[in-house]
């Protein structure tokens, strides 16, 4: 049996992710996998892997609600010498683990291919907001400093405000709403989302003000919604993330560890920018046209 430990059901990205467990778990009717929602608290999570180790499993796939707050759980797993594939955000006391890999993508690259895009779709100068996800969490951290280092490239892009919208589409938008009623009204020209979730919720926000012509948004991840928006001109740029490929490699990498197969630290999924002109055969992934 395999205990696998999702972040959020609820949140879209960590359920494609899933999705791609649960399509490529088929190829495996040997192999058992129990899924279980963390609801983003690491403290749950914890409790999870305690009952996985109570149950033997064989392995655990661990896609952290919280990178720093998955401490303790992975001294768990670790203790309980049991294998770990983790996926999607890394944990980082990995290296206790007996039996460890990796199947996921680089935040800081997703954060510098955002910004080059969005960089570009300005260009080359204006005021930004930056969007960010939950304090703390290894894409919010990464992704902030994909971002730097593509600004130091760009002087004349200054950033007013940042604040954290949690990875949420409604947060997203009611952090952009507070922003259009203060003194920012007016004077930022973008918005740059760490997610496609507080991206759509941004574009929300400042379709009903009435001022989507006036600022870009850009996110990260590529999902239906976002990419609808990218067709229809409300999302000037959005990144690929493979929520189905990291999912099915996590599977994957879970029954080689099975079978006694010696497993690479990492195996990493690159992302890419989706062009407006892309976003049918990005949507096809989905399934949804």
Do not use: C
């Amino acid at each position: 049996m395999v205990g696998v430990l999702i972040g959020d059901f609820s949140a879209q990205f960590h359920a494609y992710i899933m999705d791609g467990m649960k399509v490529e778990a088929k190829k495996y009717p040997d192999v058992q996998f129990v899924y279980v929602d963390g609801k983003f608290d690491s403290t749950v999570q914890l409790g999870q892997v305690e009952n996985f180790i109570a149950q033997k499993v064989d392995a655990i796939i661990f896609v952290p609600g919280d990178s720093e707050g998955s401490r303790p759980a992975v001294d768990l797993i670790a203790k309980a010498g049991i294998p770990l594939i983790n996926v999607n955000t890394k944990v980082p006391n990995a290296d206790q683990v007996a039996a460890y890999a990796y199947a996921g993508s680089s935040s800081v690259e997703s954060g510098e291919i955002l910004m080059e895009a969005m960089a570009e779709v300005m260009g080359g100068k204006g005021n930004m907001i930056e969007l960010q996800g939950w304090y703390g969490h290894e894409p919010q951290i990464e992704r902030h400093q994909g971002i730097a280092n593509i600004l130091k490239k760009h002087p004349d892009i200054k950033v007013l405000a940042e604040d954290s919208g949690k990875w949420n589409r409604e947060e997203g938008m009611k952090k952009v709403e507070n922003w259009i009623q203060s003194d920012l009204k007016g004077k930022f020209n973008a918005i740059v989302a760490h997610n496609d979730e507080m991206a759509v919720g941004a574009v929300k926000a400042l379709e009903d003000a009435g001022l989507l012509e006036q600022v870009v948004v850009g996110g990260i991840d590529a999902t239906p919604d976002a990419l609808n928006m990218l067709k229809a001109g409300k999302l000037k740029v959005t990144v690929f993330q493979d929520a189905f490929g990291q999912g099915a490699k996590g599977v994957e990498l879970a029954v080689k560890v099975l079978n006694g197969e010696k497993l690479e630290k990492e195996y990493i999924i690159p992302y890419k920018r989706v062009k407006p002109e892309e976003a049918d055969k990005y949507l096809a992934i989905y399934g949804k046209k």
